[in-house]
């Protein structure tokens, strides 16, 4: 007889199976199979959750079943179990303890800069944002500028939510100058990604320097696997995919070119500033995050300026 927790398991897959199938039949014949539509969104999220049940499935159905009269298995079970919870409340007494101040003082910046694009009229896409006939006819400072603005209440709400997230856990396991290095590299790559791949129109959004960090953490959780907590490194990759998966939804209005310029600038960053032997990094790069805050900090201000003149 199957054990209780694969019972479980089991029970939550096939309903998820059933969801998935409901999705699937809402999305192809009652939206005809059109991306756009908000049953491809809502297929997508049972998606990501069939597979979540499957593979959690397939997991308990791996286990080994626990010999009770086996006193050196049920002490390695303990043993493993603690290491479990240890690590869980590690990673929790690190958030708590290391205030994200970074984070918090580039949400101010990108807030700050948003708020001028009231008083700037209809025009503030055309002054500061990334335009990108314009970006290549010299003006580049709009592959920093356009990343400070934002398309509405939402836009910024949903951006600064996922830098808030992503922030504080990239604080909490990296040197405070880590961000903004890794923050300002990342928008300059996905602004540049978004001119030579979408050459047209313009763009505006701090998501894909967001997903710089993204990128940046799974490399940081691949490099140093015994410094994270235990399912920090799939909750990361699942982010990446339901971004990805958000992008094919909404691809006429999001800039899937700067959301991939972004990521791929990040995890580059990681493979280069993460040693694999838990050596600190150079010096130089805390050096260069010093230096990010500056650009950032003029950049803020620069766009303001855009912003505002007449």
């Not at 997991?59 to 079970?77: G, H, K, M, T």
């Not at 939804?249 to 580059?268: E, P, Q, S, Y």
């Amino acid at each position: 007889m199957p054990a209780p927790l694969e019972v479980e398991a089991r029970r939550k897959a096939l309903l998820w199976i059933a969801g998935l199938v409901a999705a699937a039949t809402l999305w192809l014949w009652g939206a005809r199979g059109s991306m756009h539509s908000f049953a491809f969104l809502i297929f997508g999220g049972v998606l990501l959750f069939t597979y979540g049940a499957l593979a959690r499935w397939r997991q308990v159905r791996n286990v080994e079943p626990l010999d009770l009269s086996d006193p050196d298995a049920v002490a390695r079970a303990i043993a493993a179990r603690q290491a479990h919870e240890e690590a869980i409340a590690r990673h929790t007494a690190r958030i708590s303890s290391r205030r994200p101040y970074a984070t918090w003082a580039l949400l101010a910046m990108i807030v700050a800069v948003s708020a001028l694009e009231v008083p700037a009229g209809e025009a503030w896409v055309e002054r500061a944002g990334l335009v990108k006939p314009l970006a290549r006819e010299g003006q580049w400072w709009r592959l920093l500028t356009g990343t400070y603005l934002h398309a509405g209440l939402l836009h910024i709400w949903m951006n600064g939510l996922s830098l808030r997230n992503v922030g504080t856990v990239m604080e909490a396991y990296t040197p405070r100058t880590r961000l903004p290095l890794v923050y300002l590299l990342s928008a300059l790559g996905a602004s540049v990604a978004s001119v030579v791949f979408v050459p047209a129109g313009a763009s505006v959004g701090a998501s894909g320097a967001i997903l710089g960090l993204l990128g940046y953490l799974i490399v940081l959780a691949r490099r140093r696997p015994d410094e994270i907590f235990p399912g920090m490194r799939s909750a990361l990759v699942t982010a990446a995919l339901l971004t990805a998966y958000l992008g094919i939804f909404g691809f006429a209005f999001i800039d899937n070119a700067a959301h991939a310029g972004g990521f791929v600038t990040g995890a580059l960053l990681g493979m280069a500033t993460i040693p694999r032997d838990g050596r600190p990094a150079a010096r130089i790069w805390e050096v260069l995050g010093v230096a990010s805050w500056v650009v950032l900090g003029a950049g803020a201000i620069f766009t303001a300026v855009m912003l505002l003149r007449r």
